[in-house]
């Protein structure tokens, strides 16, 4: 159980981290990359607990939940296309 | 066209909007189509979550291939480009699958399924995101006056003063339609597998046509773009999925 104290700890942590690069520029980046290791945790932890038996911590909810929000609007950032090759357009005004 | 927004002080790309709402109508239409093979709703939604970040890495890293010769020549604008430009969409689609495969190979469920489930989210997501590029001037079209020709105006990315065919709106228009077709086929499909099929065919022949109609600067290969060498990459994988042969193999491997 420990393991999964230590990893809900590290998504909460991780996923404030991503809400916080939210706000500075290309740091978004930084946001993204934060986002997804804590995802991926929260959505262990969640998986576990449905296997296992046991409810999910508060910490883990939280982390997953804010790992959800801070994916997605350090996207809204971070992507610019997905459907094509080189666009640049918005680069100017970022 | 209006590549950004400003909401109070800050200045938020449209397409990322358009991104974040097709993604969420995407995730509600999950909630509907997981019904189809009785599949948890928290299970489908994870699976979404993991194509979605297999999917950005994918987009990420294919155009980082695509545009590697020019970040060699203008080392200097290589992470601006990498951090606020594009990403290719094929390479998102594959990063996506492999995302979604991950999950779905970690915790033993099945795979195709799942796959049938999220292909309508998906065309969803991409009919919102041709919105997003429409705004944001990219994926333009070739020079064209006829009906719904699209002007851009003076200083935009794409040439302006000219009518151009409105790739990007076309395309947004036929997934808007192939949406509640795919949620049809899954609804009356007994074989698993053949919604994914339906939707790569489609997509792929449409992609094929509508690259025709596109003028802005992308990679090629011989006398194709990269896009439409892929989309018939894209339009073999979907007929395999039709004849039932990746189900076929993939029932061995849940066997073995």
Known sequence: MEQYSNKATASLVLGIISLVCIWFGYSALVGVVCAIIGLVFGIQIRKASQEEGFTPSGMATAGLVLNIIGLSLCAVAFIACVACVGCISTAAYL | ?256
């Open chain 2, 1 to 256: 066209m209006y590549p950004i927004i400003h909401i109070l002080n800050y200045t938020i790309p449209t397409f990322g909007i358009l991104f974040l709402i097709g993604t969420g109508a995407g995730f509600l239409v999950a909630i509907l189509t997981a019904k189809k093979y009785d599949l948890p709703t928290m299970d489908a939604m994870f699976f979404g979550l993991f194509a979605i970040i297999g999917g950005i890495l994918g987009a990420k890293i294919l155009y980082l291939l695509v545009e590697l010769p020019s970040f060699i020549t203008n080392p200097e604008t290589a992470l601006i480009k990498l951090t606020t430009g594009g990403a290719v969409f094929y390479g998102g689609l594959i990063g996506g699958i492999l995302g979604g495969f991950l999950y779905t190979h970690i915790y033993h469920l099945h795979a195709i399924k799942y796959f049938d489930i999220a292909v309508p989210c998906l065309a969803l997501a991409q009919a919102f995101g041709r919105i997003g590029c429409f705004f944001n001037g990219c994926c333009y079209g070739i020079p064209y006056e006829g009906f719904g020709a699209v002007y851009y105006p003076v200083g935009s990315y794409p040439p302006s003063g000219i009518g151009l065919f409105p790739s990007q709106l076309t395309e947004s228009f036929f997934l808007f339609i192939l949406t509640p077709v795919l949620i049809f086929i899954l609804s009356k499909s007994k074989t698993p597998g053949f919604t994914t099929g339906f939707y790569l065919v489609s997509y792929g022949i449409f992609r094929f046509i509508n690259e025709f109609f596109r003028s802005d600067p992308r990679g090629s290969i011989l006398f194709l773009s990269t896009s439409q060498v892929l989309s018939l990459f894209v339009i073999t994988l979907g007929l395999l999925f039709i004849f039932k042969i990746p189900q076929r193999l993939y029932g061995y491997h849940l066997k073995s």
